[in-house]
Every structure is written in C-alpha cells, then in structure tokens.
C-alpha cells in the first residue's frame, strides 16, 4: 500500500524547512567575560576555553597572573552538537572529530570562531597591542587565528580585520596544517607576517587527551611554513591541563613580546 500523495508533500515539506533552518542557523556564541587591567593598559589578550568549558573558569585564573597591563577577554563558545560526542551538544568553538590534527577541519566553525576574536580585538585602540591564546580546542582556534592573520584572511576568503602582536596555545593542536604548505606557496605578505609572529606553544609530556606529538608537530609544521618565533616547550608530569609553572612562562613570555613594561 502506498501512502496517499498529501502525506507524501508533508513529509517533503518538512524536511525542506528543518534543512532550510539548519542551514540558516548560526550558533551563537556564549557570554564574554572582561579582566580589566590592573595598571596601564598596554595590551588585549582574547583567550579562548577548552571543549565543554567556559570563558568565566579561564578570567578568574588569569586576573590571578601578574600581568597588569593586559586586558584579559574571555569569551565563550557557541554550543553546538558535537561529533566526538556523538552529536551530543556542548560549548565549543569549532565541530571536532577527534582532537587531533589529523581530523578533518571544520572550515566554517573556525573560520566563525576566529571572526568573533578578531572582532572582538579590532574595536581596541590603536596604541594596544593585540593577542590571541587559549587552551586545547582554544589552543586551536587560536593558531587559526595567527594563520587567517598571516594570510590576510579567513578561509572563506573575508578579509582579516586586526594585526596580531603574539598568539599563545596550551594542550593544543594545529587546526588545517594539511592544506597550510600549499596556502603559504608563494605568499610574500603572509610569509613576513608569519616570519615575525611570536607563538609559544607548551604542551604536558603525559597529556592523554590532545597527544603531546600532535604539540609537537603543530610547532614542526608552523616552522615548516615559515613561522620562525616559534618556543616549544614541553612539561614532564602534565596531562591534560595547566600549571602554575607553565603560566609562568606565559607571563615572563607575553610581557617580552608584547613589550610589557609591567607599569600601574
Ligand atoms: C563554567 O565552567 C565551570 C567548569 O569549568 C563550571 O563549574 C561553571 O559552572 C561554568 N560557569 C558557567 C557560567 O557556565
Ligand atoms: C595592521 O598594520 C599595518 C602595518 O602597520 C597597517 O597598515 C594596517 O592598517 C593595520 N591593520 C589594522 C586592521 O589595524
């Protein structure tokens, strides 16, 4: 038996508006949290949340540092469904597969999580020195920032709206370093940026969940294509979050490449 013509339009006609509204639906993003500076404002630093966290945990750590002329901006990420989850949603900027570099990247999610940083960056004065750094999936996102950065645009071909002073990834990986030798070919403009873009990279010898070899080669691979700032540095006993010592080194690091002078 066949159903009859009319049930046949509905059923068509609804999956054409769940497709047509899936298609239309921009996942918004989360709330933003600001840490004010301290002293003299020399600096803005947008940081960005590992999978499933939010921007408030990251600002209460990073009002904790002594970096007092940097304005911390923690936003959060949209939450969407998730395919390491099985479609199950959660906040993060990006959809993943598997936290790796080997997964296949989702263009349009880094593409719109890297337009809201920089949005976020480019309505600072211009005197201020601007960056981008995060953690794991926000570690990222980040590097896909300092790469739209370097090339002058995002993957969709929009211009890139703010120049990047240095770019910091804890726990994380290299987001399209795939395609990234064959897109820095022949690229003069992105070849100096990226020459002089400072980025530190530090990863846990015994993280179990972004690999310690995938930070690793993420550094091999920016160095590959021209990035030539790069500091790797490696922490025997971490896994697969942060320590006192290693935002340590995020401090000393950021106030020598954002020429911190420390003044209140
Ligand atoms: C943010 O995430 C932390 C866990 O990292 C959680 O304890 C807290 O409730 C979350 N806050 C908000 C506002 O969602
Ligand atoms: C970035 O810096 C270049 C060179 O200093 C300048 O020409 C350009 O206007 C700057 N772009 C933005 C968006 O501030």
């Known amino acids: 038996m066949r159903p009859p013509q009319w049930c ?68 959060t990420a949209p939450t ?12 993060a900027w990006f959809d993943v597969g598997e936290l790796s570099e080997d997964g296949p990247d989702d263009f349009k999610g880094l593409d719109a999580s890297a337009a809201h940083v920089a949005n976020l960056l480019s309505t600072e004065p211009a005197d201020i020195k601007l960056g981008v750094g995060g953690f794991s999936m926000g570690a990222a996102t980040a590097l896909y920032s300092a790469i739209s950065y370097v090339q002058g645009k995002y993957e969709n071909g929009n211009p890139y709206p703010a120049n990047l002073s240095a770019v910091v990834g804890l726990s994380g990986w290299l987001p399209c370093s795939k395609v990234l030798p064959k897109r820095m070919e022949g690229a003069v403009e992105a070849a100096r940026r990226a020459e002089s873009l400072p980025i530190l990279l530090c990863h846990g010898k015994v993280d179990d969940v972004v690999l310690h070899k995938f930070g ?3 550094s091999s691979a920016l160095n590959t294509v ?39």
């Open 8 to 75: 046949l339009t509905l059923i068509f006609i609804c999956i054409i508006s769940l497709s047509g509204r899936t298609a239309m639906t921009a996942f918004e993003f989360g709330r933003t949290y600001v840490v004010r500076p301290k002293g003299k404002h020399q600096a803005t630093v947008v940081w960005l949340h590992g999978l499933g966290d939010n921007g408030s945990s990251w600002s209460q750590l990073l009002e904790t540092l002594p970096l007092p002329n940097i304005k911390w901006i923690c936003p």
């Open 80 to 91: 969407q469904p998730i395919s390491l989850f099985g479609g199950f949603p959660s906040t």
């Open 216 to 218: 690793e080669k993420s």
């Open 226 to 264: 021209g990035f030539h700032d790069v500091t790797f540095k490696s922490y025997e006993r971490l896994g697969h979050f942060t320590v006192p010592e290693e935002m340590d080194v995020v401090c000393s690091w950021l106030s020598s490449k954002l020429g911190l002078d420390g003044s209140s």
